[in-house]
């Protein structure tokens, strides 16, 4: 089921930490860990059968679409995200997926040095006639180049029809396993890019409990890893060989908002740059490189951003989005030595302190990257004060509920405690 959920165990440079506990299946441990306060309700074998269900859709609905239409033959099937790393803190109902296509044959990659997260696409004058309808030749941009959302558009219309196909043939409508079936819920698909949202449900041969899960997926152009070494300088050096050692590829995806600026290859207002993206590898760097106590604080922040406890007392921390936790964790425990959980989960708090004022979170696996929350609207950085002071709330909030109805644990109380004192002490200083 993916490279992120391999059993085999990453023996590594030196530079790289590994965790003390065994490497077992992170959807295992998502369920067993006696460190899980919020887990799914549901047995790890139809746990399991959900995961290999979606997979196995997932390939039919990228069958379809290879044979409607032939540029798109898919490479591999990755999972990424909580319901991979075994940090799944909710019931099971969405999951996230990168689909990798074959980067079109004798195209050339031109990767923007000054902005390693970038690159071009260029399409050889042989194949121009072939992928003429997602290029430009207009002269406005440099000919030849593969323009991210005119890829998207294709796909999505080719992911609706896929959907459609499926839907309307009666021996792919549903995946049966031993504890349940799968089947696609409905056509609709949302999303702007990079993502699409389709969905689907689960019901379980057991309850009859039907459950709706949205799958999430990203289109990735696959190119060869040695396209790393063209933005190693850019890379974090402490993971490079991880992450040279454990890549087969590398995605390259559309953009999504807030990630428009210019790189240095771009002449004009329009700039048609992919995105590299590193999801799976950072996937693989939770289950395999971090530390246990790590790997509880990052639990513990995201069931105080997103878990219902926060939503019941109505507070708003989607800014705090797990994406920018993950990254935080991450950086946090490749800079830890021999600290206990309560002080790694301080310095992560004062990591999260130290990015609401500058407006910038470095991405872990590339430093220069800013991965703070934008507007959706300005496509600017949110504003410190804004994040602060949902913070504020949610401390106060917390600080006045009987945190025995949500059956929380003394190691949160502790948690609780920490949380107002430290920004209790930014009041007095922003």
């Known amino acids: 089921m993916g490279g992120c959920i391999s059993k085999n165990n990453y023996m590594g440079s030196n530079n790289v930490k590994r965790r003390s506990r065994k490497n077992i299946l992170p959807l295992q441990r998502c369920i067993n860990d006696i460190h899980v306060w919020i887990t799914p309700d549901i047995e790890l074998e139809e746990f399991n059968d959900i995961v290999r269900s979606a997979y196995s859709m997932l390939y039919l609905l990228a069958t379809n679409i290879a044979q409607f239409d032939k540029r798109f033959q898919h490479d591999k099937i990755i999972g990424v995200g909580s319901a991979f790393d075994g940090t799944k803190i909710k019931e099971l109902n969405e999951m996230d997926f990168v689909l990798h296509v074959n980067v079109p044959t004798d195209s050339t990659i031109l990767v923007a040095g000054d902005d390693p997260c970038r690159a071009h696409i260029s399409i050889s004058e042989g194949s121009k006639e072939q992928w003429k309808d997602m290029c430009d030749f207009s002269g406005y941009l440099s000919d030849n180049l593969l323009i ?61 409990k ?20 063209d933005i ?53 760097m939770v289950n395999k490189t971090i530390q246990n106590n790590h790997w509880k604080c990052y639990r513990v922040l995201k069931y105080i951003c997103q878990s219902d406890f926060a939503i019941k007392n109505h507070t708003t921390l989607k800014c705090l989005s797990s994406n920018m936790i993950k ?27 130290s990015g609401a004022i500058d407006c910038f979170l470095p991405k872990f696996i590339l430093p220069k990257t800013n991965i703070w929350c934008f507007d959706e609207e300005t496509l600017c950085p949110k504003p410190p ?36 004192i430290k920004f209790g002490q930014i009041d007095q200083s922003y």
């Open 385 to 420: 004060d804004q994040i602060i002071s949902n913070l504020f709330e949610f401390v106060h909030r917390l600080k006045a509920t009987d945190i025995k109805d949500y059956s929380l644990t003394q190691e949160l109380q502790f948690i609780q405690h920490h949380l107002h």
């Open 327 to 353: 990254n935080i964790v991450l950086e946090h425990d490749h800079t830890c030595f021999g600290k206990n959980t309560q002080e790694c989960f301080i310095d992560i708090v004062n990591r999260l302190y």
């Open 148 to 208: 991210p959302f005119k890829v998207l558009c294709v796909l999505r219309s080719l992911l609706i029809k896929a959907i459609e196909e499926i839907n309307t043939n009666t021996d792919k409508q549903k995946i049966i396993r031993d504890s349940g079936e799968l089947s696609l819920a409905s056509n609709q698909i949302d999303g702007s890019g990079p993502n699409e949202i389709i969905y689907m449900q689960w019901m379980s041969a057991n309850s009859k």
């Open 232 to 284: 190693r300088d850019n890379i974090r050096k402490d993971v490079w060989e991880f992450i040279w050692t454990e890549s087969e590829g590398v995605g390259l995806v559309t953009p999504s908002r807030g990630s428009n600026k210019r790189c240095r290859l771009c002449s004009k207002r329009v700039c048609p740059c992919w995105i590299f993206q590193f999801s799976d590898i950072e996937c693989q």
């Open 210 to 229: 039907v459950t709706q899960i949205s799958i999430d997926i990203v289109f990735a152009f696959r190119c060869d890893k040695e396209i790393l070494l």
